[in-house]
């Protein structure tokens, strides 16, 4: 048995720790910065609704030792307000599952962590916040967590083993995976830049800028070592335009809520990556502050 800590109790942290509390072998706790109430997570396609079970803290001050694992959910721009659960629950012998958007988690989340290891993770899962206490997730859409594959992902993949709600996948090339990851949280900033869900990316003019997007953002990538050619923008592109015209995005949902924006790790950093390696990112250099000042509102 493992004890493990969930940080961060939106939509992602609640299947997070839904996953654990489905494997039946751990002991999980739920850091937040305020107390949830009860969470139920309802799964879209059978109606089936599961309740979370696992005791809820309030304050870093309440953690009463170090965790062997820490599911980090919070968003990528909150790490920083997470630090002091991260100081109370790391040791060098805890490792942090950083179940983040972006390229940047290590470098993110290590200098909070107190010598712990981080191990990134990409994450496919689509769920949203539908009410009080309730997070509803999309399941015609496989919920998977790629790990970069060696060690410390096997033990993930061990600690997560039965879980029906995630899948945890060992990827070998995770600078690629995380890159195409990205181009896919790039092209979704469209949505939360113009109010809307999936059926934006059926206008032709749109789908010209998700394009011009794409390319920019593969070319950064592969100036940081990602194996993802120019023709990969049109598939990832698709993918939109065969959304349910309904799907949304958290950024999109964090814009309609008024809450503060995860622009950065999302979409600034395909611009500050390019700047450094001399790529021209047009479409960027107009999206990232219409998001930023989008966020400051």
């Known amino acids: ?111 909070h962590a107190n010598d712990a290891r981080v191990l990134p993770a990409i994450v496919w899962i689509s769920a949203e916040p539908t009410g009080p206490g309730e997070v509803t997730v999309r399941n015609n859409i496989s919920s998977l967590l790629q790990v970069p594959a060696g060690p410390e992902g096997e033990e993930f993949a061990k600690l997560l083993d039965g879980a029906p709600a995630v899948e945890v996948e060992l990827v070998s090339d995770f600078t690629t995976a995380a890159w195409r990851k990205l181009t896919t949280n790039a092209i979704a900033g469209i949505m939360a830049a113009t109010g809307r869900r999936a059926a934006v990316y059926q206008r032709e003019d749109v789908k010209e800028l998700a394009l011009g997007l794409a390319r920019e953002t593969l070319a950064v990538a592969r100036a940081e070592g990602a194996q993802l050619p120019e023709e990969e923008a049109e598939a990832l592109v698709g993918i939109f335009e065969r959304m349910d015209p309904d799907i949304g995005s958290s950024i999109l949902f964090d814009r309609l809520a008024g809450r503060e924006l995860e622009w950065d790790a999302r979409n600034g950093v395909v611009r500050r990556l390019g700047r450094r390696h001399g790529i021209a990112t047009p479409v960027s250099d107009v999206l990232v502050p219409v998001l930023a000042a989008a966020s400051d509102g």
């Open 1 to 111: 048995m493992a004890d493990i800590a969930v940080v961060g109790p939106g939509a992602i942290g609640s299947v997070a720790a839904l996953a654990v509390q489905q494997t039946g072998r751990h002991a999980v706790t739920l850091c937040a910065r305020r107390d949830p109430g009860a969470i139920r997570v309802v799964d879209d396609v059978t109606g089936e609704v599961t309740d979370l079970t696992m005791p809820v803290l309030t304050s870093p001050a309440k953690v009463d030792g170090p965790a062997d694992w820490v599911l980090l959910a919070v968003k990528a721009h909150q790490t920083d307000g997470a630090a002091g659960y991260l100081g109370a629950l790391c040791t060098p012998r805890t490792t942090v599952v950083a179940l983040q958007n972006g390229v940047e988690h290590v470098a993110r989340v290590a200098p």
